[in-house]
Structures are given as C-alpha cells and as structure tokens.
C-alpha cells in the first residue's frame, strides 16, 4: 500500500454522498498524512542522505591520493554510498563505473 492509496482511501465512495463537513475532515486527514510523511522524508534526506553524499564526494575528492587513476576510494566510515557514488560520477568528466 502506498501513501497515494491511502491518501486517496479517504475520499468518499464514488456512489455515496458527502456532506462538505465530511470532505472538509477528509481532506484535513489526508493533509495530515501528507504532511507526516513529507516530515520524515526531509528529516531522512537531511540527518541520513546528505551526510552520506559528503562522505562519498569528499572520499572522491582524496582518490588520486591512494591511487593515480583515481581507481580506489577509501570511505572513512561506513554509509550508504551507491546512490551517491552514481550521481556523483555522473558530475565528475572522464569518470565511470
């Protein structure tokens, strides 16, 4: 189940009537999911992502340091690192994977 489904599990059934008191709460439970959910994605992306993304372009930066080509790169703690290394590649000219 997705957030898009239980969002759209609060609107009434199609063959029922509503009263605007009753969307009005149903609209307002949906905005409080929406706004939970979206909560926890920007505290994720802030406290987890992103200090991993710096570990991994800084680890970038010091490859020519343990290796010429740039071949190894030494991360100095352990963190999620394949979305990042990706992307990050992606921005650096003649890098691959």
């Known amino acids: 189940m997705s957030i898009t489904d239980m969002v759209g599990a609060l609107n009434p059934p199609w063959n029922s009537s509503a009263t605007n008191e009753e969307i009005d709460n149903r609209f ?35 490859r020519k340091e343990l290796d010429e080509e740039g071949r190894i790169l030494h991360l100095p703690q352990f963190c999620p690192w394949k979305v990042s290394l990706v992307s990050l590649l992606g921005l650096i000219p003649g890098t691959f994977i």
Do not use: C, N, T
Request: proline fraction near 3%; aromatic fraction near 12%.
């Open 28 to 62: 307002e439970r949906a905005s409080k999911i929406m706004g939970e959910a979206f909560l926890m994605k920007l505290d994720f992306y802030g406290k987890a992502w992103l200090p991993a993304r710096d570990i991994v372009e800084q680890a970038l930066h010091k």
